[in-house]
Every structure is written in C-alpha cells, then in structure tokens.
C-alpha cells in the first residue's frame, strides 16, 4: 500500500504538496517518487486527452474558435482555483517585470495555441503532435542561454532521441 510522508525539516504549505514523497512498497524494495512526477505524468494524461478532444473540435470549429473557447475554459477554471484556495492575495507580490513577463507569456502560449490549433485542422495528430513537442528541444536551449542551465551530455542524447524519434514519427 502506498504512502505518503513529509521530508524531514521542511516546513508545510497548506495547498502545496511538493515537500512530500509518495513511498510506493516494492516487494523488500521501497521506491520514491516526488510528487512533480507524479503531476507531471497527470498533466501528460490530461495533454493527451485534451489533444483527441482538441482534434474532434477543429474538426466541427474554426482553430480561432475552438482556441478561444478552450482557453476562456482555462482561464475560468484558473480563478475558480486560486479563489478557492484563497490566494488572490499574491497577487500585490508581482512587480511590474512579474506582470509583463506573465503578459509576454500568456501571448506566446495564445499563439503556440493558435498555430497548434491550425495544424491540428490540416493534419493528422499522429503528425502535428511530435513537431509541437519540439517544443522540448527549443526550451532546453533557451533555458540555456538565458537562464544558464546546464546542458549535460545525458540531456544531450535524450534531446538527440527525442529528434530522432520526431523525425520518425512525422516522415
């Protein structure tokens, strides 16, 4: 059965569980997995859901539509969150570079969301979806450059493969 626990000498945010490890038994074994895998691999799934459903819709919508309307979902359920964790408070801790930078953001995902949308109308989503996880290889570089990260030779490969494996996949 599986468990969960605090690391120890942390402190506890109320609506944050990242200080906790899920401790799955493993036969004599005992595996962590923090909990970022755990909401990464439930993103993943909600991702590939709402790709089959975004396909369905650009099939019966135009891409601008369906665009706007699955985001105007995003952005309602968004606040219904932060609302109902009783965060709007924070909201006096961004500074002026906080808000343009989520502004800057929130119009470059609008439009990777308007292209993906307009190649989801032309193309199959076996075809459209590995080019717009490329997205991957362009954020490990510009996580290089600007933010210094460090490109290791493991990161290196797996960004090789995962090229490798688009170019399979669409060709």
Known sequence: ???????????????SFKEYIITIPHGVYERDIKMWVIYGLASAAFAAFATILDKTAVNALDPNYATAFRYSTVAVMSWVIVFGNNTPSQVNHLNAQGWNLQ???GVLTAL????????LSLADVSKVLPINRMSLIITILLANILLREIITAK???GGALIMLGTFFLVV
Do not use: F, N, P
Not at 6 to 12: A, D, F, I, R, Y
Not at 112 to 119: G, M
């Open 1 to 15: 059965m599986a468990s969960i626990s605090k690391k120890q000498g942390e402190s506890v945010d109320k609506w």
């Open 103 to 105: 502004l800057l953001a």
């Open 155 to 157: 990161t290196l490969l």
């Open 112 to 119: 990777s969301c308007l292209a993906y949308y307009k190649a």
